[in-house]
């Protein structure tokens, strides 16, 4: 018999569940402390029972918002301090600043960047210094803070120096509390560290959430584990989660899912029905949609979920006949705000009051509203449902929608939904999110990079430690089977790099888990606040952990008195990183790390300028670029110095000074570092680049195609080590030279800057307007997201001659390391209807080749039987290099890596016109189709 809880923002839910049958259920309105609103909501649950059935109870599992909750609204959090193990390397972007400014108010401590960390390839970065790490502890003991985090480069892959400096400072301060991040994250050192932050500063708070938890179960005489559910649905014990309450941020949505699809089996009447169906959890504040596969949750292999501010709660306001619900919601405090119990705000709950579909609620006379208010009212709930089903929908054929929650009242039974062929209500669909805690499942997961072993081989080890992760974490192991696995290979790296990313999942093992002695509460220096409600205030305000978006405040080129000049603000940087990765077409690396240093350096005071070509002045403009894998350039972050010394180093070469820095690509990252070394240098940015996009090699540089001598070049990395290059054969050559230096003596990646281009010769050798059109695409998405309008519209209107090719659901994928580059190609399945063919993007690091799939190349088992070659019969090429082909997430607008594709993302396929400079003779030896391998196929856009 197992109890299941889930406490959301609005509801706490609670029901018991044995042998695959609810025998009880309860629903209470969320209360601000969660251990008193868990003992009620379980206690109500057991009443309906027998007194035999506590002796019966196995475990309780339970789903919160609680620490979420904690981090949203900044109460209750302790102070940590960070030790990254980087050396020189990554101190251009330090530990928290990546987090905003009012949590960091809240969390910050002082941070310690000190020797230690790996390159990508397993060998040592720096040892660690074991008297730094002494004198470290010290610092940190005086500071009066406990709780600190502990980050090494490339720690997932070796945690070794981790757990020496742990030991460490466990030795010089017993009462420390200590978060490891390769146990957080896995590579991408800002996001593990950030959330090994959150996770460290919640410990306290846990600590004391537990404690009290545990002891309201032994009031209620229950001698059984507790458990709660983890951001993919599965279970943690207590002491797991102690260790780690980040784990539990947002499992509601994988609960409700799960729950759905076990109500729905377990309703004989819809079990013909319920394949494919889709799932509507409508809550208090808001509604989660996902689809279940054959009746069968697929948050393993399809983590999509789409939410939408529609809910019990949901504020509901007029101009005019127009009707707005949300996003705002009155949240637990329903009964105390809501019309029809006295209070101001009109909500969808009064709606269904007035309209006598709500019975059990207040006073029907309290609600102010008309009676055509409410049939606008109404619709507008079915049209914001109807409309968020459509997009989770893979095909155009009917579907069944499965509702759950608490807030499934708003939905009007007599109207049909365009593309729902029955709308299903199972029993006790209003806890559902509860059932899926109580049926929860236990997880094993494996991260790493694997080299030098044969595929075969290297699958089996990555599923055996995902299968032994899950085993030790509970699972029965009779039970445990592999759901995920991602295989990426790695670009640049030898040895046959792949990251294998796989999850196994299993039933728990009621024998091996014991109830843990009671914990006792933490002696603190301050107090724990423990009731986390939701806030009176305006709910805008404590609804997100990301910073508000800057704002707009100008246009380029707008300032009048130098209308040849652009001086970026923060909002110019946010929209140059959004453009910059649609021009990437897939590859060029991740502009997200560049955009938090340029936004960091402009709160500084740093002046970053881009000026038209025509206002260059005579002289010569220096190319910078990073250069090597993009994989080790989230994980070894930048110096900072290193694209100023390829710049001076270049300089002392060549004898001369730059009168600008210039962009050797705009696609991806290396569109901010020339910002980022003008602003350190006060020289301006050219709006220009060499390539109009991203390509993988530097002999697809533009200048080099036009016979532009590719020496004097070097690179630098973040130990001062430089390279110089002043004679060599071809651009191609000079490509391989950097190449395997970068590999073999820089952890595979560095600065380079390239031989400089004099300013009479700019206009034949480069592209004009790069920053300018980065920024319009840029600049789209952003609108279109305030103004919620269609992104891709957005888009195709910002730049001349583009269009969307296809839209759909990404069915496969297939990748493989060739030349030391991510090859391979993806099937997108068109949302609309079977008469459409499939579209199959080949990519080598970026987009390369669009064509339509033949039918015929589809095997009875619905995988699809292709070669990563577009000379299958039949097919239709829609777009080859050099026009674009970016692979933009449909909803957002937002561009998506190659290397983050995935089976089951909804994306669109938007073409862009190349620039014409890459359209000529030459530049087509070198970056049209058959520089790629691809004879016989011409160029189409």
């Not at 901010?672 to 220009?688: I, K, N, R, T």
Request: aromatic share 4%; hydrophobic share 40%.
């Amino acid at each position: 018999m197992f109890i299941g809880v889930d406490v959301g923002g609005t509801n706490s839910d609670c029901v018991i569940i044995q042998d695959g049958q609810v025998l009880a259920w309860t629903k209470e309105i969320t209360s601000q402390d969660i251990t008193t609103g868990v003992k009620d909501v379980v206690a109500k649950t057991l009443q309906k029972l027998d007194s035999q059935a506590y002796s019966k109870i196995q475990r309780i599992s339970l789903g919160t918002t609680h620490f979420l909750n904690a981090v949203i609204q900044k109460r209750g959090l302790a102070r940590v301090s960070v030790i990254r193990l980087c050396g020189p390397a990554s101190r251009a972007l330090p530990p928290f600043i990546d987090i905003t400014h009012e949590l960091n108010r809240h969390i910050k401590g002082d941070y310690y960047m000190v020797d230690g960390g790996f390159y990508i390839s397993g060998q040592e970065f720096m040892p660690i210094n074991e008297k730094e790490i002494v004198e470290v502890a010290k610092q940190i003991k005086v500071s009066n803070v406990r709780n600190v985090v502990v980050s090494g480069l490339f720690s997932p892959h070796d945690n070794s120096q981790e757990e020496k400096v742990a030991s460490i400072l466990r030795h010089e301060i017993p009462e420390i509390s200590l978060t490891l991040s390769h146990a957080i994250g896995q590579t991408g050192l800002l996001e593990r560290e950030n959330a090994s932050i959150l996770n460290e500063c919640l410990k306290p708070l846990c600590s004391v959430t537990l404690s009290g938890l545990q002891g309201a179960m032994k009031e209620l005489n229950l001698d059984c584990p507790l458990f709660l559910t983890q951001n993919d649905g599965t279970l943690v014990n207590v002491e797991k989660c102690l260790a780690f309450p980040v784990c539990t941020f947002a499992s509601g949505p994988t609960n409700s899912m799960r729950g759905a699809a076990f109500l729905s089996q377990k309703d004989q009447r819809q079990v013909t029905v319920i394949k494919n169906a889709i799932v509507a959890d409508i809550g208090g504040t808001s509604t989660d949609v996902g689809q279940l596969i054959a009746g069968v949750l697929t948050n393993f292999r399809m983590p999509l979920l789409l939410s939408i501010g529609l809910g019990g709660g949901s504020h509901v306001s007029f101009e005019g006949q127009r009707c707005t619900i949300g996003p705002l919601s009155v949240g637990c405090k329903l009964l105390q705000e809501a019309q029809c119990v006295g209070g101001t705000r009109l909500t969808t709950s009064d709606v269904m009051v007035k309209a006598g579909i709500l019975t059990d609620l207040g006073d029907p006379s309290l609600v102010q509203i008309e009676e055509n208010e409410i049939k606008i009212t109404r619709q507008t709930i079915m049209d914001m449902l109807s409309t968020v089903v459509d997009q989770i929908k893979v095909s155009a054929g009917d579907s069944p929608l499965i509702i759950v929650g608490g807030g499934g009242v708003l939905i009007d039974r007599s109207k049909k939904i365009p593309g729902i062929s029955e709308v299903i209500f199972p029993d006790h669909y209003q806890v559902a999110n509860a059932v899926g805690a109580a049926l929860a499942q236990v997880s094993g997961q494996y991260d790493r990079i694997i080299t030098n072993i044969e595929r075969a081989e290297a699958v089996k080890v990555a599923k055996k430690a995902a299968i032994r992760n899950a085993f030790e974490s509970g699972a029965k192991m009779d039970t445990i089977e592999i759901v995920e696995m991602i295989e990426i290979p790695v670009s640049y790296l030898p040895g046959n790099a792949t990251r294998y990313s796989v999850k196994a999942v299993g039933d728990l093992d009621p024998n091996r888990e014991k109830n843990p002695k009671l914990l006792e509460e933490m002696r603190l220096p301050y107090k724990i606040e423990t009731h986390f409600g939701q806030k009176n205030e305006d709910q805008s305000q404590v609804s997100t952990l990301e910073d508000v978006k800057p704002e707009l405040q100008g246009y380029p080129y707008s300032n009048k008195e130098d209308p040849h000049t652009w001086i970026m603000n923060e909002y110019d940087i946010e929209a140059i990183a959004i453009g910059a990765a649609i021009l990437g077409c897939g590859g060029g690396g991740s502009s997200y790390l560049g955009k938090i240093r340029a936004q960091h350096a402009i709160r500084q005071g740093k002046i970053l300028k881009v000026i038209r070509p025509e206002n260059l002045p005579i002289g010569h403009v220096t190319p910078v670029a990073f250069f090597g894998a993009p994989t080790a350039i989230i994980e070894k972050l930048m110096n900072g110095n290193e694209g100023n010394r390829a710049v001076s180093d270049l300089e002392k070469i060549l004898q001369y000074k730059s009168v600008a820095i210039g962009s050797v690509e705009i696609g991806g990252m290396n569109s901010l570092e020339p910002l980022m070394v003008g602003g350190d240098l006060g020289l301006p940015v050219l709006d220009a680049d060499g390539m109009g996009r991203a390509f993988p090699e530097l002999q697809m540089y533009l200048p080099l195609i036009k016979q532009h001598s590719p020496t004097p070049a070097l690179v630098t990395d973040e130990k001062e080590c430089t390279l110089a290059v002043t004679k060599c054969d071809s651009a191609k050559h000079l490509e391989d030279i950097l190449r395997a230096h970068v590999v073999s003596f820089m952890g595979f990646s560095g600065v380079m800057s390239l031989n400089p281009i004099h300013s009479h010769d700019v206009r034949d050798n480069l592209i004009f307007g790069s920053y300018t059109k980065a920024w319009n695409l840029g600049h789209a998405i952003l609108e279109s997201s305030k103004l919620k309008s269609n992104p891709l519209e957005a888009l195709l209107e910002s730049v001349d001659g583009s269009k969307i090719i296809g839209s759909g659901k990404i069915t496969d994928i297939k990748r493989d390391t060739v030349a030391g580059f991510a090859r391979g190609f993806l099937i997108i399945t068109p949302f609309e209807g079977d008469s459409q063919n499939d579209i199959k993007i080949e990519f080598q690091n970026e987009n390369l080749i669009a064509s339509t799939m033949n039918k015929e190349q589809t095997v009875d088992d619905g995988s699809k039987n292709v070669d990563p070659t577009p000379k299958s019969q039949g097919e239709q090429i829609l777009a080859t290099t050099p026009n674009l082909i970016s692979i933009i997430e449909t909803t957002t607008g937002l561009a998506i890596e190659t290397e983050c594709l995935k089976y089951g993302l909804r994306v669109s396929v938007i073409v862009m016109p190349s620039p014409k400079q890459l359209l000529t003779p030459e530049a087509l030896a070198v970056v049209g189709p058959k520089a790629f391998g691809y004879q016989g196929v011409e160029v189409v856009g």
